[in-house]
């Protein structure tokens, strides 16, 4: 199904965000790419990283003005929340990273146009290493300072959006990307959400659905942080959902309805889960593909060719709830295949904090051209 047959009605009144980028910042990222400014711009922000940090010396003058104004919590962001998210996230950890990482990176192979701007973006090329960027985006998020002075997440969002903005000039160039696009220019603020359904509304939807246990206000600080973090990759407030329920409800119209196989998202795919059977999680291959169909339905496993291995597929159905329960304190005994569950969900928990703990070695840099073919 195209995109352009599922344009949502969004929320009475506002503006179409199918038709809104991030104008004032893309104009000043195009003018610092055409003008071959990029690379020094890339220097300069390497030693921008905590929160607190003031900006880098060095930066144009219209950027260094952009990102002063831009570079800071909204009015409406509610310090108790973002305390509370980030203690939720340390406290579910092993579940979102999981989830984030299995859930929600293989569900963006599925969505046509993440998967197509991914791939023909010069990140495209080398996945390991865009894995290990948008671990940074997670990490920093979930760390427990995160919107603090000392925390990180306020520069790798402002970061990433300098990257988005780069990709809205670059991509519309690429004869590839233009050849197999419904849209000219790329990652508008429908994009943006529609991103977000995939983790944020995806990540929540799921930990009801397991029934892990969750208090009112841990849901919504979890919305909350999620809120804060669209509006500072530049989503305009108008369109951030306010409740659960408004978020669920979108994700049904703009996500659900969406999902579809690409040639660049099953090799995208293809290229995550090699990467992650490469390291040893405790599992095959085959529990690998059928914990991703568990988790995103047998549909996408079949859009990916996700080869069956129907005894795993056993295990993860009757053993993965139990396994929850068992560590949620709601069964007294240890369930079948605990041991492999837990060592499955530390590995990739190792794998998320290992790759992503050390940003300084997978900086997020703008770049400045695309993936040549
Ligand atoms: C880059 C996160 C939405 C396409 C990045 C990066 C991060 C990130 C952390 C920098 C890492 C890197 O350079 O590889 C996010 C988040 C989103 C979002 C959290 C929404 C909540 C989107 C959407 C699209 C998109 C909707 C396209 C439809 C890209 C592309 C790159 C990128 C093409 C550049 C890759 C490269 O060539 O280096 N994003 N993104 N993103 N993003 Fe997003």
Sequence with gaps: MSAASVVPAWAAGAADPWWVWDDEVDRLVAGLVDGGQVPAVNTALRSWVNNGDPLPAGLPSGLAG????????????????????????????????????????????????EARSVYWSAGGANMQDRAAKTFTFGYDLSDLNAFEPSGQFVVTANKTRLVHAAVRHLLPQSPHWRAVSDEQVPISNGDILVTFHSLGTFVHRKLREWHVPMS????????????????????????IPKTWAEADAQSAQVLTPLLAPTTEGKELAEDLLGLTAQIDLGVTRGFLNEFVRYVLS????????????????????????AYIAFREGLLPIAPAGFYLFDQFLRAIAMLFL???????STPITIPTGNRPG
């Design 66 to 113: 952009w990102l002063g104004r831009v570079n800071g919590l909204p009015s409406w962001a509610d310090a108790a929340k973002l305390r509370r998210a980030a203690d939720f996230n340390r406290r579910k950890d092993t579940y979102l990273f999981m989830l984030y990482g299995l859930g929600s990176g293989i569900m963006s192979t599925v969505i046509p146009r």
């Design 216 to 239: 009112a206000a841990d849901e919504e600080a979890f919305l909350h942080q999620w809120q804060v973090a669209i509006h500072l990759l530049g989503v305009r407030d108008e369109f």
């Design 298 to 321: 047998d549909e996408v496993g079949d859009w990916l060719g996700l080869r069956r291995d129907y005894a795993a597929a056993a295990l993860v159905r009757t053993g993965w709830p």
């Design 354 to 360: 290992n790759k992503a703990s050390s940003p300084a």
